[in-house]
């Protein structure tokens, strides 16, 4: 029964039953009481427009305490699979804390009631939630005191055989775990808006490094690729900022192409107004990780990306299964047919290498053709 009516009086439920249940007061109130230290104590009285029961709903325990109606009441049952779903959709943390607190909550109120409270110690997931929480607060520190640095990896001209332009990849030394993964740091980066700040500042590294390398000598100019974020993207003004930093950078717009993924890409109105804006200002767009997620073939063709970077995966398999091959090969095809240029990435040995060269592939990157370097490193050797 989805509608409840409830006299005067009567008990909605009892301490120590299992919740089937929440209840949406629709009119009149109710009163919530539980027995502590062998007295009877008003936790509270719910009206219109309220929740009650919700509680053991969340955590799936026993009532911890009896609802009574004040008066003549009308409810709405909600279903207990309808705020399962919620509380599973929400984020995994929070729901974790919640959890938490919830039990240490009914803990607190068994030892005012007088009975045996369960032990509470820290769940698996709580601890988890609490390290990611920890971890978040420490990036931040991180960021603001300077500790995340830059690395940049270089892209192979393969038919011209040299250096043109590198990819920026962020790094963070931490100090008591040492290097942690961009992967890692750079997803919880992104769980929140925390990406926003992380993403400026590799902007910003990254062109006044490409600053310095054109200062130094590297000729011709090299573009500089770095990677953008879906949640960074969508962040408004974003474009305009980055463009502020590559100006204020002394670099020629031309020389900054931005990297999303598949999985960005999956949002395509706003991809294509972000493509747009980008190409307005004079900045190119990769389409990082092609082959990785569910690229989208009809979206690819209506999304005017200038490269498209083929996954790793592909060319660490691509000499030994003629599947990874034939996948290297249509994408080099797609890109020459859709105006884009190709990066395969990954590229680890001279024979791969020389695979892209046969299929007249543009660019190569991998630890063949260089591993990622500070600005430091790049600047201590001449390049070629
Ligand atoms: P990605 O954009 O696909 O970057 C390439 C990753 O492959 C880098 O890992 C690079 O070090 C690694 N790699 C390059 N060549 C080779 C190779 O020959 N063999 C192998 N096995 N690996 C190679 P990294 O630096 O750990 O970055 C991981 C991911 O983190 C990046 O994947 C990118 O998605 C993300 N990321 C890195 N820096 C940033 C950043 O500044 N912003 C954002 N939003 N994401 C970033
Ligand atoms: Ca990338
Ligand atoms: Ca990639």
Redesign the pocket.
């Known amino acids: 029964k989805l509608r409840i009516q409830l006299a005067r009086g009567e008990v909605l439920f009892r301490e120590g039953e299992d919740p089937g249940t929440a209840f949406l007061i629709e009119s009149g109130e109710i009163e919530v009481r539980t027995r502590q230290r062998g007295r009877d104590v008003l936790l509270s009285v719910l009206g219109p427009g309220e929740l009650v029961g919700e509680m053991a709903v969340i955590d799936e325990s026993p009532r911890t305490a009896t609802a009574r109606a004040l008066d003549d009441c009308v409810l709405f049952a909600i279903d207990r699979h309808q705020i399962a779903e919620r509380l599973a959709a929400t984020d995994p943390i929070i729901r974790s804390l919640l959890e938490g607190q919830l039990k240490r909550y009914r803990g607190a109120l068994a030892a005012l009631q007088g009975k045996q409270a369960a032990p509470d110690a820290l769940s698996p997931s709580e601890r988890l939630g609490i390290s990611r929480i920890r971890l978040e607060a420490q990036l931040r520190e991180a960021l603001a005191e300077g500790q995340l640095e830059l690395s940049l ?1 270089p892209l192979l001209d393969v038919p011209l055989g040299r250096i043109a332009g590198y ?4 790094r963070w030394d931490h100090p008591e775990r040492g290097p942690i ?3 890692e740091f ?1 997803a919880l980066a992104e769980e929140t808006s925390l ?1 926003v700040p992380v ?1 400026e500042y ?1 902007i910003d590294t990254a062109c006044l490094a490409i600053a310095r390398l054109v200062a130094a000598g590297a000729d011709p100019s090299p573009f500089v690729a ?4 879906a949640r ?1 993207m969508a962040h408004p003004g974003v474009i305009e900022r980055i463009v502020a930093r590559v100006d204020a950078a002394g670099l020629p717009r031309g020389s900054l192409k931005l ?1 999303i ?1 598949e999985s960005g890409v999956l949002d395509y109105g706003l991809a294509a107004g972000l493509i747009e804006l980008c190409h307005r200002h004079g900045i190119r767009v990769a389409l ?2 092609f082959g990785t997620g569910y690229a989208n073939l009809c979206h690819l063709h209506r999304l005017p990306f200038d490269t498209i970077k083929v996954d ?1 995966s592909f060319s660490h398999d691509m000499l030994d299964s003629p599947r990874a091959m034939a996948i290297v090969e249509s994408a080099v095809r797609l890109g020459r047919a859709l105006g884009a240029e190709i990066v395969v ?4 040995t001279p024979e791969q290498l020389q695979a892209l060269r046969r299929l007249g592939c543009r660019y190569a ?3 063949l053709v260089g591993r ?1 370097q500070t600005l430091a490193q790049l600047l201590a050797h001449p390049w070629d």
């Open positions: 990896q990819e920026a990849l962020v993964s961009a992967a750079v990406i993403g590799v770095v990677n953008v974020s960074q990297e993924t990082d990780d790793q990435e990954g590229i680890e990157q991998g630890y990622p």
